[in-house]
Nanobody, 115 residues
Framework: QVRLVESGGGWVQPGGSLRLSCTASGINFRLYTMAWYRQAPGKERELVARISGGGSTDYADSVKGRFTISRNNVYNTVPLQMNDLKPDDTGVYYC?????????WGQGTRVTVSS
């Protein structure tokens, strides 16, 4: 059974940093592209960053240079380091993986950036 559990969200002032983490189970983790999405209030869910099994990364233009996605294939985790946070980064952040043709999501972790 595929399970994704996010952690690390919270409140931070603009310019601050947060580190999210996703722990995956039920898959051969090292083989899969893992992704972080976010959903702001009243908006559609959007891709933030993804990392392939080989370590190649992709970022949304809005977070390039500020966010860094990585992976640990020993502990099956996908950290997302978020620096220089802006109010527009506010939302619920979700971990995602495609497995056997189906998308799986975690429960999400809330990030609030405000002064």
């Amino acid at each position: 059974q595929v399970r994704l559990v996010e952690s690390g969200g919270g409140w931070v002032q603009p310019g601050g940093s947060l580190r999210l983490s996703c722990t995956a189970s039920g898959i051969n983790f090292r083989l899969y592209t893992m992704a972080w999405y976010r959903q702001a209030p009243g908006k559609e869910r959007e891709l933030v960053a993804r990392i392939s099994g080989g370590g190649s990364t992709d970022y949304a233009d809005s977070v390039k240079g500020r966010f860094t996605i990585s992976r640990n294939n020993v502990y099956n985790t996908v950290p997302l380091q978020m620096n220089d946070l802006k109010p527009d980064d506010t939302g619920v952040y979700y971990c995602h993986v495609n497995h056997t043709g189906r998308g799986f999501w975690g429960q999400g972790t809330r990030v609030t950036v405000s002064s």
